[in-house]
Every structure is written in structure tokens, then in C-alpha cells.
């Protein structure tokens, strides 16, 4: 079994940046994906960023040239680095990992874009 735990949601102004975390920990034989996917209220789960496990990363047409997904720590963790963010963008971010095959979720982080 693998959880993974997402931080670094919060309040930020538009045009300010925030940038969330996921570590994977538990049964790891082998992430071969991992990625970032929101929800607002009222809406239906959508792809923000995923990455595989050789490298190529796919971004939601809303945050090309905005958002950049990272990959560290023998690909445990991810980051995803969001910028000019804009109120439409306020939503639940949720980190998911696929493992043997196996996907799974995480709780989830606030993000709220305001003045």
C-alpha cells in the first residue's frame, strides 16, 4: 500500500505563486507516474500535470506556461510549481501515483487564489 500526503496549499493572491508537495511513502516497488489533478466546487476532477517515470510531463491546456511539475527524491515526491495564478484556479489539488499498477490518491490541498 502506498500514501501520499500533498502540503503547501493556501491563500495567495492573483499573479502570486505557491508551490505544492507530494511524498509517497509505504509499499514502493516502483512509481512509474505521478501527477497533479483539481477539483473545483461544482466541477468534475481535471489533469493539471503528470509525469512518468521516464520524464515526459503533460500539462491541462488552462496552465501551460504557468504551472511546472517536478520530480525529485528517486521519484517519491513531486512538486508542482504554480505561478500568475489566476481565481480560477482555486481548487482541491490532489496528487496521484501509480505503483505496480496500482493507482492511488491523496487527501488533498486547498488552494485559493483572492484578493
Known amino acids: 500500500q502506498v500514501q501520499l500526503v500533498e502540503t503547501g496549499g493556501g491563500l495567495v493572491q492573483p499573479g502570486g505563486s505557491l508551490r505544492l508537495s507530494c511524498a509517497a511513502s509505504?509499499?514502493?516497488?516502483?512509481?512509474?507516474?505521478m501527477g497533479w489533478y483539481r477539483q473545483a466546487p461544482g466541477k468534475q476532477r481535471e489533469l493539471v500535470a503528470t509525469?512518468?517515470?521516464?520524464?515526459?510531463?503533460i500539462y491541462g491546456d488552462s496552465v501551460k506556461g504557468r504551472f511546472t511539475i517536478s520530480r525529485v527524491n528517486a521519484k517519491n515526491m513531486v512538486h508542482l510549481q504554480m505561478n500568475s495564478l489566476k481565481p480560477e484556479d482555486t481548487a482541491v489539488y490532489y496528487c496521484?501515483?501509480?505503483?505496480?499498477?496500482?493507482?492511488?490518491w491523496g487527501q488533498g490541498t486547498q488552494v485559493t487564489v483572492a484578493s
Open positions: 509505504g509499499s514502493i516497488f516502483g512509481i512509474i507516474f
Open positions: 496521484k501515483a501509480i505503483n505496480r499498477g496500482d493507482g492511488y
Open positions: 509525469s512518468t517515470g521516464s520524464g515526459t510531463t
